[in-house]
Structure formats: C-alpha cells, structure tokens
C-alpha cells in the first residue's frame, strides 16, 4: 500500500488502509506539494511520488458532501457576488420549482423570477459562481432533474450525489497555489475512499522509486 509523509518531519509513517485515520487532523509541508498544469499534485511518499488527479479528487469531494447533504441536510453555500438571472422556459421553471428542496438541500440558492426564469444568489461550495458559469450550471441541473428514475431512495442519492459531483467537478477551476493543493489533499485523504471516484475512476496512484529510476 502507498505510504505518506507525517507532517512538518522528514520521517515516513507506514500507509494504513484507512486514509482518513491516518491523515486526520494531519497535513504535508507545502514545499512538498508541486502542481502540474493544474491539473495533477505530485507529493513524496516513502515507496516514490504519489500523483493525484485533481479533477477526480473534487469529486470524490463533493460527492461525499453531496451525499451527506442529502442525508443529513448538512450544506454549505457560497453566495453570488451578483445574483444572476438565468431564462429556463416554463418548463425549465416548473422543474426547478418542483425540486426546490432538493436544490437547497445541497446548497443551491435558487428562486422563482417571472414565469421562464430563476436568480441564482448560491451555490454549494466547491461550484463556480461565475455569471457565465452559473448559466451553465442551471443548464445541467435540469438535465439531471429532469432524469426520471424509480429507483430506492437509497440508489437514487448515491446517483443524484454522483451526477452533482461530476457537475461540480468539470467547472473550470485550477489549482492557482501549493496551499489550495495542500488543502484538497489533505481533505481527499480524509475521504472514506480516497482512492476511486463513485463511478470507480482512479483518484491517485503511487510511482514506485524504482520505477523513476528506470527512466535515467
């Protein structure tokens, strides 16, 4: 199994098969955190250099979040520096109206503006609340609201968890400093399962020294 650093030493912990016991209350030094285009954080483990996917990471976040919001009606929601209004159509309105508490159950601030539009003044944290963004945000929801299902309740959260997940996740947003990378590691290996997406897409992998050693 992949092994981690213990914070602010250069000594090496063995890994555990619980991620979240072993990096609770825990963090790496920032020095040790490098960000690749955004998009991949590199950190040293003990066996080589764990990559993870940053992409991916937010979303085994926000899924997690989403299902406990769902379940425990525990949110959080950024406010819009501006509210933006967004046209839907009356149909658009209606499926917005229809599934007003499961909307605000997960964090999005969303009200009724006229017969074929809504203001957006929130969304869960995590999401962008960029006017251009929010528009597309809005867009997506419906789609997914608008997906009839009859599963259990217990089959449609984890479905429901996994599409906002997913949603949240494909915004545009970058890594911008080692710090904001030190935080989202931290709170993946927290995660129940930092390892896989709930769709079972790899999350993070461990290049073993030996492995770096062959390519010099």
Same mark, same amino acid.
């Given at each position: 199994?992949?092994?981690?650093?213990?914070?602010h030493?250069?000594?090496?912990?063995?890994?555990?098969? =619980?991620?979240?016991?072993? +990096?609770?209350?825990?963090t790496? #030094?920032?020095?040790?955190?490098?960000?690749?285009q955004?998009?991949?954080? $590199?950190?040293?483990?003990?066996?080589?250099?764990?990559?993870?996917?940053?992409?991916?990471?937010?979303?085994?976040?926000?899924?997690?979040? +989403?299902?406990?919001?769902?379940?425990?009606?525990?949110?959080?929601?950024?406010t819009?520096? +501006?509210?933006?209004?967004?046209?839907?159509?009356?149909?658009g309105?209606?499926?917005?109206?229809?599934?007003?508490?499961?909307?605000?159950?997960?964090? +999005?601030?969303?009200?009724?503006?006229?017969?074929?539009?809504?203001?957006? =003044?929130?969304? #869960?944290?995590?999401?962008?609340?960029?006017?251009? =963004?929010?528009?597309?945000?809005?867009?997506?929801?419906?789609?997914?609201?608008?997906?009839?299902?009859?599963?259990?309740?217990?089959?449609?959260?984890?479905?429901? %968890?996994?599409?906002?997940?997913?949603?949240? %996740?494909?915004?545009?947003?970058?890594?911008?400093?080692?710090?904001?990378?030190?935080?989202?590691?931290?709170?993946?290996l927290?995660?129940e =399962? #930092?390892?896989?997406? %709930?769709?079972?897409?790899?999350? $993070?992998?461990?290049?073993?020294a030996?492995?770096?050693?062959?390519?010099?």
């Amino acid at each position: 199994m992949p092994e981690a650093t213990q914070p602010h030493t250069s000594r090496y912990v063995d890994k555990s098969q =619980n991620y979240g016991a072993l +990096f609770e209350d825990r963090t790496l #030094p920032t020095t040790q955190v490098l960000i690749v285009q955004g998009r991949y954080i $590199l950190t040293p483990s003990a066996s080589g250099v764990m990559v993870v996917h940053v992409r991916r990471a937010r979303e085994r976040l926000l899924h997690d979040r +989403f299902l406990k919001a769902l379940r425990e009606q525990a949110h959080v929601t950024q406010t819009a520096l +501006f509210p933006v209004q967004v046209p839907v159509g009356v149909e658009g309105r209606l499926t917005i109206d229809e599934h007003a508490e499961l909307l605000k159950k997960l964090g +999005f601030d969303i009200v009724p503006f006229g017969p074929d539009s809504v203001v957006v =003044n929130g969304v #869960p944290e995590g999401y962008s609340a960029e006017p251009g =963004n929010v528009e597309t945000l809005v867009s997506d929801l419906l789609l997914i609201l608008s997906d009839e299902t009859q599963a259990l309740p217990e089959v449609m959260e984890q479905t429901l %968890a996994q599409k906002f997940a997913v949603l949240g %996740a494909s915004g545009p947003q970058k890594l911008t400093s080692p710090l904001e990378a030190q935080r989202l590691l931290d709170a993946l290996l927290q995660s129940e =399962n #930092p390892e896989f997406t %709930a769709s079972g897409r790899r999350i $993070l992998s461990i290049v073993p020294a030996d492995e770096l050693e062959k390519r010099f």
